[in-house]
């Protein structure tokens, strides 16, 4: 079983960046897939990235963050990272990172099958 706590979120200006973080705490975090999620309130739920357990060699990107965002994982600190360059006012949304233990792939993780696992939130505002 994992807990994850997310850090990182908060106001930033058009083309701004920000890091989010996700700690965890359990056994076995280098055996799970990991992701960032996102929602806001009446929305579906989008997966914005997503990489495999280990060495991280399988990865997903929405196409909406596509060269913008990059997903990075440190096993030896249980904590796996999202950074967001050249932000846009449509990435304004409540962020969530989220573990799975046996996705099929990142992209099945991030389109369908979601986490096991999920933080509490962190919310991300871009705007002027």
């Known amino acids: 079983q994992l807990q994850l706590v997310e850090s990182g979120g908060g106001l930033v200006q058009p083309g701004g960046s920000l890091r989010l973080s996700c700690v965890a705490s359990?056994?076995?975090?280098?055996?799970?897939?990991i992701g960032w999620f996102r929602q806001a309130p009446g929305k579906e739920r989008e997966g914005v990235s997503c990489?495999?357990?280990?060495?991280?060699?399988?990865?997903y990107y929405a196409d909406s963050v596509k060269g913008r965002f990059t997903i990075s994982r440190d096993n030896a600190r249980d904590t796996f990272y999202l950074l967001m360059n050249s932000l846009k006012p449509e990435d304004t949304d409540m962020y969530y990172c989220a573990a799975y233990r046996s996705a099929p792939n990142s992209q099945a993780m991030c389109m369908s099958v979601g986490g096991e696992y999920w933080g509490q939130g962190t919310q991300v505002t871009v705007s002027s």
């Open positions: 359990g056994l076995g975090f280098a055996y799970y897939d």
């Open positions: 990489i495999s357990a280990g060495d991280g060699g399988d990865v």
